[in-house]
């Protein structure tokens, strides 16, 4: 099993890397990080591991502080000097929250339940499932204009938006018609292959990016074609999953 250690103390760090091997002698720790910073670029940068075991109080902030630069769909064990981080940590996908200084039974137990959580949702339980139904996403949204009524094809829009709180879409020929439903409400409607909500005010298709660039905190900056008068960025929560939507993965 892969795992990610990050510790901001460097005698906490090999306490626990040597309380692993000594657990899951065949695990291996792939990455250590000390801050939140370091991690969020190491986690928008590789694949996740098999477990994350981290510290709540990093040297630039918070684990709470990560979770919100990076979404973690991997199991997560918080370690921590205090208590009172529980209750958040369990909103997470935490699977234990161990007090330093941290005992091996404490440890063991949480790795212990980890397995029996990944027998119990193993393949052979997930194939029982009902498979589910595709899901059915909008063709067509219907325009009014006044007494006048529009039919207009989703795959004509290469753009959604949202400005003085009515919603908007545009085409490649630069037409922009007026929407009914607004972007938490599309999200749900367009099909997620082909449109992406790179933030508040923004869902965007393939087609509309002309050029990306990195901004600050992991972000990137997006240039659309037809041009906006300000460029839109992908807010640091959706960068992970939008890198994956541009390779043409899962998210």
């Known amino acids: 099993m892969n795992i990610v250690l990050i510790e ?46 981290l510290d709540v109080q990093l040297s630039d902030g918070t684990a709470f502080d990560l979770l919100k630069l990076v979404k973690l769909d991997c199991p997560v064990i918080f370690t921590t000097a205090y ?7 369990f909103a997470t996908n935490s699977i234990d929250y161990l007090l330093k200084p941290i005992k091996k039974a404490d440890l063991e137990s949480a790795l212990q339940k980890l397995q029996s959580f990944r027998k119990i949702f193993s393949a052979a339980e997930v ?3 009902p498979v589910p139904v595709p899901a059915e996403y909008k063709k067509r949204f219907v325009i009014r204009f006044g007494e006048h009524i529009k039919s207009l094809a989703v795959e004509d829009i290469v753009y959604c938006y949202s400005e003085n709180k009515s919603t908007y879409a545009r085409t490649a020929d630069g037409r922009i018609y007026p929407l009914d ?35 600050s905190k992991a972000r990137v900056i997006i240039r659309l074609n037809p041009v906006v008068k300000e460029p839109p960025v992908v807010s640091s929560e959706r960068a992970a999953d939008f890198k994956k939507w541009l390779a043409g993965e899962a998210y």
Do not use: C
């Open 8 to 53: 901001d103390e460097h005698l906490a760090y090999q306490r626990m890397a040597k309380l692993v091997k000594e657990i899951i002698p065949e695990s291996q720790i792939v990455a250590h990080h000390d801050s939140v910073e370091a991690a969020a670029k190491w986690f928008l940068a590789n694949p996740l591991p098999g477990l994350v075991l």
């Open 83 to 89: 208590d009172q981080y529980a209750l958040d940590a």
């Open 127 to 129: 194939a029982k499932m």
């Open 181 to 215: 439903n607004n972007l938490d409400m599309l999200e749900g409607m367009l099909n997620p292959a082909d449109f992406f909500r790179i933030n508040r005010q923004y869902i965007v298709t393939l087609k509309a990016i002309s050029e990306m660039k990195t901004y």
